[in-house]
T-cell receptor, first 113, second 114 residues
Framework: EAQVTQNPRYLITVTGKKLTVTCSQN?????MSWYRQDPGLGLRQIYY???????DKGDVPEGYKVSRKEKRNFPLILESPSPNQTSLYFC????????????FGPGTRLTVT | DAKTTQPNSMESNEEEPVHLPCNHS???????IHWYRQLPSQGPEYVIH???SNVNNRMASLAIAEDRKSSTLILHRATLRDAAVYYC???????????????FGRGTQLTVWP
């Protein structure tokens, strides 16, 4: 089944403790991205990647890192999480950046205390 | 990016048609109209897209006004599973670095009553 998977689905952590949220897709998509969703602010793009080893900032990249060493994986790294990064995170992928249809993962709910 | 305006909420009864409107008066000639929906506790899901002509797929139909300043997503027979937030998004497939980015507004919360 074609899908985007994220792990973990739920995470509660403390300020400053490094964490990684994994994202994987099995559709051989070139384009992958991370969004965060906050009440009243909608979904905002954090980082995106157009292909292996090619990443760039989205609208709200501060406090986040990403890497794209393999085509199927696009992990989101929070080196020193802070409470304002408490949010619902979605990974998305598409065949290319111009593709009409993007596929979203199920989401990771992160709470930073 | 051109802005879209949608009603905050709409309601429908099960098995009735639903027409979800979207206004985009500042749309440019190269902007495609996309619709996504987000079911409760899930990620957004692509529904349909179009440029000028009306479009149909297995999920819905998209009716685009002749002047392209508005569009309507049509669910022909609403089911309980269609209860979701529906987002109308404009996107230019040839626009530079923001090409892949989807700008989600607040969308329309659709409630379907049994």
């Amino acid at each position: 089944e074609a899908q985007v998977t994220q792990n973990p689905r739920y995470l509660i952590t403390v300020t400053g403790k490094k964490l990684t949220v994994t994202c994987s897709q099995n559709m051989n998509h070139e384009y992958m991205s991370w969004y965060r969703q906050d009440p009243g602010l909608g979904l905002r793009q954090i980082y995106y990647s157009m292909n292996v080893e090619v990443t760039d900032k989205g609208d709200v990249p501060e406090g986040y890192k990403v890497s794209r060493k393999e085509k199927r994986n696009f992990p989101l790294i929070l080196e020193s999480p802070s409470p304002n990064q408490t949010s619902l995170y979605f990974c998305a992928s598409s065949f290319s950046r111009g593709s009409y249809e993007q596929y979203f993962g199920p989401g990771t709910r992160l709470t930073v205390t | 990016d051109a802005k879209t305006t949608q009603p905050n909420s709409m309601e429908s009864n099960e098995e009735e048609p639903v027409h979800l409107p979207c206004n985009h008066s500042t749309i440019s000639g190269t902007d495609y109209i996309h619709w996504y929906r987000q079911l409760p506790s899930q990620g957004p899901e692509y529904v349909i897209h179009g440029l000028t002509s009306n479009v149909n797929n297995r999920m819905a139909s998209l009716a685009i006004a002749e002047d392209r300043k508005s569009s309507t997503l049509i669910l022909h027979r609403a089911t309980l599973r269609d209860a979701a937030v529906y987002y109308c998004i404009l996107r230019d497939p040839d626009r530079g670095s923001t090409l892949g980015r989807l700008y989600f507004g607040r969308g329309t919360q659709l409630t379907v009553w049994p």
